[in-house]
């Protein structure tokens, strides 16, 4: 499990046959879970400037390449003694949205991001969104698009400052609206009353 808070910027030193090899300060452990720009993935390898993670072929088929180049967010999986902030990432993308409109603000950036119509649902106003591994809140919601304020200390500390339109980004929509749509999808069928909607959403 993840928080949306990114520990660093690492930078991909190769990226061939699935291994993805990232110079980075933090030291990790064979087998460790850490999120590249969102993505979870595991540790096969060490070494003295970072560390190496397996990116599967499913993985590979739903992410851009480009997301695993140059620059990218690194956040290690979170630990039982740490300090929660963010929300609840998974580490899971569902799907890939792209930056159609930035305005600038006289005290920040709007980031207006485009994703398939299919997935709105998951995305709620003043909801917590992750893009590229970055635990954000959502200012509005469209047919097809929603908003993001981005506040100049966020811009100044992750790759955002680096999106233009055209941009592709990891997207993890918020975790609780899936489980919630997939209950009610089958409440019907299995008879799944909103008490016990709430203790299984309680329990998280």
């Known amino acids: 499990m993840f928080t949306g808070l990114i520990r660093e910027i690492s930078k991909v030193e190769s990226f061939i046959n699935g291994k993805?090899?990232?110079?980075?300060?933090?030291?990790?452990k064979i087998g460790d879970s850490i999120a590249v720009n969102g993505v979870c993935l595991t540790v096969i390898e060490t070494h003295n400037s970072g560390f190496t993670v397996e990116v599967a072929s499913e993985t590979q088929s739903i992410v851009p390449k480009s997301?695993?180049?140059?620059?990218?967010?690194?956040?290690?999986?979170?630990?039982l003694n740490d300090r929660f902030e963010g929300h609840i990432v998974q580490g899971h993308i569902d799907?890939?949205?792209?930056v159609e409109r930035i305005e600038?603000?006289?005290s920040g950036v709007n980031f207006y991001i485009k994703v398939p119509?299919?997935?709105i649902k998951y995305i709620i106003p003043?909801?917590?969104?992750?893009?590229d591994g970055i635990s954000l809140t959502v200012n509005d919601v469209y047919s097809s698009s929603f908003r993001l304020t981005i506040i100049p200390h966020t811009l100044e500390e992750t790759l955002i400052k680096n999106y233009k339109v055209g941009t592709k980004v990891n997207i993890e929509t918020d975790m609780f609206a899936r489980y919630i749509e997939h209950l009610l999808a089958n409440r019907s069928k299995k008879n799944i009353s909103?008490?016990?909607i709430d203790s299984i959403n309680m329990s998280y």
């Open 20 to 28: 993805l090899k990232i110079n980075s300060k933090h030291k990790a």
């Open 194 to 196: 909103w008490d016990e």
């Open 67 to 79: 997301k695993f180049i140059g620059q990218v967010h690194i956040e290690p999986a979170m630990q």
């Open 95 to 98: 799907c890939i949205g792209e």
């Open 104 to 106: 600038k603000l006289s």
């Open 126 to 131: 003043k909801g917590s969104i992750t893009v």
């Open 117 to 119: 119509k299919e997935k």
